[in-house]
């Protein structure tokens, strides 16, 4: 029998971010969060709510997202409360997104703990995130800020690092530990020093803290950001005020990260805990992270992503996203990555898959954002 | 100034084959002869046209081509006479192709001389291909059936041979030699032995010959198909009897290359002759000898065909040919072949140029013959 829901506890979605890295398939008006990129038949946004439901129940999830992705959200999450899709008039960062859902919250209920999780990371093994998020929720109930970080399956470059220091003797969190700092992304050779001392975990951007605490940290560290946001929550659940508070508050709100605005002031005063995850995580960052995510690990593999597509590979590995009904035919090439849209191509390696984001620079540049 | 057309002579363009090794540029409906492939801004049967013009005179010039193409045809070549366009009802190889031109044409003019160009070939310095074609009708006029082999600028395994034996003395062709034999596409070591020894030339598929001498050696080795060509040349010139007589006859030819037909037997009896061609020739086989037909030789270069292309490479080389308006990008991918049509897109790479038949065969038996 499943578990119950837990107490206090709001899941918090920012629901922002294009993926310019999985361009042309991720677009302006197409973010990574609105596709299937696991072969799930429903998009990541839709996973994310899923997982999150039996948690904090479907009347307690908030999506943060942009104006323009709201008919989507609402499509994709016929769940969601009307007063629980917040949005932005245009991105201001994490620090704006999560801060304004603790603001927005802590003024309904007191109490609340919220958890904040990307509408577009991939994550199987529900059962151990499950485990985790209930832990981390313990640690928050106790004060801490408490982050979840991903016990590490390969010595990445393409994550950041949070340290654990000491254990936390918390009631019904009996992994967790206080977090010791953060590290950006390392090189290779400090990658696989980080993956054999097992208390290197990549951070996954998750955050399960109590509203006020999360708003006491922004109040010291950011002090602006903080008072803009309190004035905006303010205003947020009386309709005729919500609008023009946006449109006066929300342009000038500082961008900024919460790993820098909260968490790594926080992990400095020993503020900060992390519940490691035994769970299979990606952030699906690049089109070689989503080629290894549809494959079964064969070298030779070509994954294939597409309701309609027609794809015919003579000795071909790496990764067909297809959106079109063409034809695709693939011969001799290894660790292609081919990504057909309507109206742009992308043929790249999976080796060269970070350079992707010089290419939607260079369409910018050049005035062939049309495609963008 | 240039000198006048050669008396007695008249060209013959076979239109035909699809070019299978160029799908998904090349199709049924679109063979390769009806594409711009070196960025002239004309298809390579108005090349051709334009490259026989001066030597035959514009009314002396016949294409042999399927009756699905004939509109394409007077389209491209609006000089051609209606009388002077041959339209197969399917296709029966060259033998049958040209030796309908040859019955055809010797009906009206006995002592005709006939030159076969293919339609889809591609040849640089027109000056020095003039001087070949003069040399050989010289000696067509003696009696020979001649060809023109083109000396190789490479160890090529693409194209069969022809090796020179003897120089045969005849006025007008100050290069002649008779043939020895031909040779089949050769393994790679072959094929360096025979770069290195000057008396093997490239089988560019041309013969100049009197029509009545053609006629003859094939009456001799092929009598059936003789027979039939010459039943439909006494029909052709009659529009009642035209129809019929190839409704009749055609389907039932034998489908066999002029090579086996009439060359190669000529060769054993000395008297087929070779006029050595000193120009530039390609017979665009498959996308690697299309990439380095329209690069200027860089290893790192990258070719693009076609009009409205948008291609964007980052660190990329080979070839792109573009049939729409989509944004192309390429990054980091070396010696690619990107083919880009409205219903079929080809991924593979120069060194397995030569396998993308094997696709055209793939797409056949699997019911995809929408994209052929």
Sequence with gaps: MAEPAIDDFYAVIPAGGIGSRLWPLSRADAPKFLHDLTGSGQTLLRDTWDRLAP?????????????????????????????????????RDSSAAIGLAAAI???????????????????????????????????????????????????????????????LIVDGAPEAYTVERFVEK???????????????????????????????????????????????????????LR??????????????????????PAAEKGR??????????????????LSKLNSSGGRNELAILGEDARVLSDASSGIVVSQTKRVISLIGVRDIVVVDT?????????????????VVDALKLTGRGDVL
Tied chains: 1, 2.
């Design 55 to 91: 948690l904090s129940g479907e009347d307690r999830i908030a999506v943060v997202t942009g104006r323009a992705h709201r008919a989507a959200v609402e499509r994709e999450l016929p769940g969601v409360p009307d007063h629980n899709v917040f949005l932005e008039s245009e991105p």
């Design 105 to 167: 919250l802590v003024r309904r209920e007191p109490d609340v703990i919220i958890g904040s999780f990307a509408a577009d990371h991939v994550i199987r093994q529900t059962r151990q995130f499950d485990f985790a998020v209930r832990q981390a929720v313990a640690v928050a109930r106790a004060g801490y800020i408490c982050t979840i970080g991903i016990q590490p399956s390969e010595p990445s470059v393409g994550f950041g690092y949070v340290k654990q220091a000491d254990e």
């Design 186 to 240: 390392p090189d290779l050779d400090t990658a696989k020093a980080y993956f054999l001392d097992r208390a290197y975990l990549w951070n996954a951007g998750m955050f399960i803290t109590r509203a006020d605490v999360l708003l006491a940290e922004l109040a010291v560290n950011e002090p602006e950001l903080h008072a803009g946001l309190l004035e905006l929550a303010e205003a947020w659940d009386d309709r005729a």
């Design 243 to 264: 609008g023009p508070a946006v449109d006066r508050i929300w342009p000038g709100l500082k961008k900024i990260a919460i790993d820098y605005s909260v968490a790594e």
């Design 272 to 289: 900060l805990a992390v519940i490691p995850g035994h769970f299979d995580w990606d952030d699906v960052g690049d089109f070689a992270s």
């Design 342 to 358: 309507p109206d742009a191509l992308l043929v790249t390696t999976s080796e060269n898959a970070q350079r992707v984001k010089g």
